[in-house]
C-alpha cells in the first residue's frame, strides 16, 4: 500500500493550492480517507476528512469555509482544495487513510493505519 501526496508549494496569502493523494495498493471507496498537518515545533492536526463511501465530509475549525476534500474515485486520488490560504496553513500536509476508523475518532492521528510522505505548503504574507 502506497500513498501519493502531491500539490505543495510556496504561494502568496489569499491564494489557492491543490493537494492531491493517489493510493496504489488500496481502494480509496473502502476507505475513510483525511488530510493532516504538522508545523515546525507542533503537533499532528487534523485538517479535514471524508468517510468511507464519501458519506460526509469534516473540517477543522479553522479550515472551514476555506477548504474542500473531494475524491476522485476513477483516479483512486483524494484532494484538498485549499482556498484563502493564511500564513498559518503552512506546514507540511499529509494524507491518511483507514478502514476502520470511526467517527469518534476521525481527528485522531493514532486511528489511520496508512500514510503518504508528506507534502510542504508554504504561504507568504
Known amino acids: 500500500v502506497q500513498l501519493q501526496a502531491s500539490g505543495g508549494g510556496l504561494v502568496q496569502a489569499g491564494n489557492s493550492l491543490r493537494l492531491s493523494c493517489t493510493a496504489s495498493?488500496?481502494?480509496?471507496?473502502?476507505?475513510?480517507v483525511a488530510w493532516f498537518r504538522q508545523a515546525p515545533g507542533q503537533e499532528r492536526e487534523f485538517v479535514a476528512g471524508?468517510?468511507?463511501?464519501?458519506?460526509?465530509?469534516h473540517y477543522t475549525d479553522s479550515v472551514k469555509g476555506r477548504f474542500a476534500i473531494s475524491r476522485d474515485n476513477s483516479k483512486n486520488t483524494v484532494i484538498l482544495q485549499m482556498d484563502s490560504l493564511k500564513p498559518e496553513d503552512t506546514a507540511v500536509y499529509y494524507c491518511?487513510?483507514?478502514?476502520?476508523?470511526?467517527?469518534?475518532?476521525?481527528?485522531?492521528?493514532?486511528?489511520?493505519?496508512?500514510w503518504g510522505q508528506g507534502t510542504l505548503v508554504t504561504v507568504s504574507s
Open positions: 491518511a487513510a483507514s478502514r476502520t476508523v470511526i467517527l469518534s475518532s476521525l481527528t485522531r492521528a493514532q486511528a489511520y493505519d496508512h
Open positions: 495498493g488500496l481502494d480509496y471507496r473502502a476507505y475513510t
Open positions: 471524508s468517510r468511507r463511501g464519501g458519506t460526509s465530509n
